[in-house]
């Protein structure tokens, strides 16, 4: 099996910039996609960041020019630049990854096995 731990959430200044971080660990010795997701308090979770393994991104409208999805393969982690964040991202961020590799981004939350628990990202105005 895969487990996934996220790191890197925190409290920023609207405009500031974090770098969430996921590891993933387990049996499963390569991941096909990989994304984020993200929940705010009262509201449905909703897709933000996906890359496939050869690199092809797509991402939620509301974060282009701002969010960065990067991978690395050989060490099966996935990692969320957040640059110029608004209060409306506030949110607890969640990494998962799938064993299924596909050439296009998948965005639907059920084409993902693997969830980690979650971390907050908190902008203040």
């Known amino acids: 099996q895969v487990q996934l731990l996220e790191s890197g959430g925190g409290l920023v200044q609207t405009g500031g910039s974090l770098r969430l971080s996921c590891a993933a660990s387990?049996?499963?010795?390569?991941?096909?996609?990989m994304a984020w997701y993200r929940q705010a308090p009262g509201k449905q979770r909703e897709f933000v960041a996906t890359?496939?393994?050869?690199?092809?991104?797509t991402y939620l409208e509301s974060v282009k020019g701002r969010f960065t999805i990067r991978r690395d393969n050989a060490k099966n982690t996935v990692d969320l630049q957040m640059d110029n964040l608004k209060p409306e991202d506030t949110a607890v961020y969640y990494c998962?990854?799938?064993?299924?590799?596909?050439?296009?981004?998948?965005?639907?939350?059920?084409?993902?096995?693997?969830w980690g628990q979650g971390t907050q990202v908190t902008v203040s105005s």
């Open positions: 998962a990854a799938d064993v299924i590799a596909t050439n296009y981004g998948r965005v639907r939350a059920v084409d993902y096995e693997y």
């Open positions: 387990g049996s499963i010795r390569n991941l096909g996609n």
């Open positions: 890359i496939t393994v050869t690199g092809f991104s």
